[in-house]
């Protein structure tokens, strides 16, 4: 028989796996593990088996027992039959039972699995066959949050790339714009008529408004106070201008002995606390509003709190934008809102070895 009639008859009866031209320890085509059986066959292999046992012991002890049964059955004989086999059942079903736990908290994981809360696995190992099922589960979610992570990677630098070209457009292009018009238009209140004097002022102030508030979208939108002073600075800004713009006071508990954080770490914070104080501004109707940061063991802590209203019915784009950008750095993104006490938004970025 030639060697090809001879790799097909190998795949035909099923040996392909043990074939000498791939050697005793290769991969089985189609196997959902690299040489083991794949969870639905381990599974049924310990059921048969278990089911075997129980079946055994208990035609074992009916064989060695003094007890008889006739033909046909005797009505003595009959309560001895029902509490044998409900002997049998009862074994079965514990065996099974305890068989089969892992598959409760497997399907309870399932169930509660969030990719923007990381690090849920399931800790029990299973017992026996089941191993297998829970490691490729839990293998599962570690790609996926991997590529989770890549592709928020790529879309929030996207975004932020996107954010400077617009801050450059609108400070060098509608903000110069904007101040040329602003001049001419202070010459010609200069020699306009005192009957139209006070008119042109009128446009003249709504345009400096405009102008200003093309400045603070353009800030809103590229932080060049976080690249040129620093964190703190920026957050100092930041909470500065939600006062003017919302009216509520801003208390400030910024501690300047922090660990080095990264630029990529001091964006995601900033975000975050600038987004946090957007929410404020929006929804709690609160009267005053808590900054800190600060570090902690291995950790710096960013916290937002407010005396609101407390009331987060749904995450929403904003949300989910803020736990994706913690995500990026491994930092834990925790929001508890308590319905006329206020909200706390709390950001833990760990930093190795940066605790004080």
């Known amino acids: 028989m030639t060697d090809t009639a001879d790799q097909g008859a190998r795949r035909w009866f099923g040996v392909w796996a043990w074939s000498p031209s791939r050697g005793a320890g290769a991969e089985t085509p189609g196997s959902p593990t690299s040489g083991g059986r794949s969870p639905a066959q381990a599974l049924f292999r310990r059921l048969f088996v278990l089911n075997g046992l129980v079946f055994t012991v208990g035609t074992l002890v009916l064989a060695l027992s003094p007890a008889t049964v006739s033909s046909p059955v005797l009505l003595t004989e009959i309560p001895v039959l029902t509490v044998g086999l409900a002997l049998i059942l009862a074994v079965n079903a514990l ?18 699995v969030h990719l923007l809360r990381t690090g849920d696995r399931l800790r029990d190992s299973g017992n026996g066959d089941l191993t297998n099922l829970i490691e490729s589960f839990n293998a599962m979610l570690d790609r996926l949050e991997t590529e989770r992570n890549t592709n928020s990677a790529h879309a929030l630098a996207a975004q932020e790339g996107e954010r400077q070209r617009i801050a450059r457009e609108l400070h060098d292009e509608i903000g110069q714009s904007l101040t040329v018009v602003l001049l001419g238009l202070k010459r010609a209140v200069d020699r306009a008529p005192d009957d139209l004097r006070e008119e042109l002022h009128a446009v003249q102030e709504m345009l400096r408004s405009s102008l200003n508030d093309v400045g603070r979208v353009a800030r809103r939108l590229r932080p060049d106070v976080l690249e040129d002073l620093g964190l703190l600075s920026a957050l100092n800004a930041l909470a500065t201008e939600f006062s003017q713009v919302s009216g509520v006071p801003v208390q400030r508990r910024l501690k300047s002995d922090l660990p080095a954080l990264s630029a990529e770490m001091e964006l995601v ?10 929410n404020v501004a929006r929804h709690a109707r609160a009267s005053r509003v808590e900054l800190s940061l600060h570090a902690e063991s291995d950790a710096v802590v960013l916290r937002v709190a407010d005396d609101g209203r407390g009331e987060v019915r749904e995450e929403g784009a904003g949300i989910r934008g803020m736990r994706e950008r913690a995500l990026l750095i491994n930092a834990r993104l925790d929001i508890e809102a308590v319905p006329g006490v206020g909200t706390d938004v709390r950001l833990v970025v760990p930093v190795p070895g940066g605790g004080r």
């Open 95 to 112: 065996l099974l039972r305890a068989s089969l736990a892992p598959l409760d908290a497997l399907t309870t994981l399932m169930q509660r």
């Open 269 to 278: 914070i900033y975000r975050i606390a600038q987004e946090s104080l957007t």
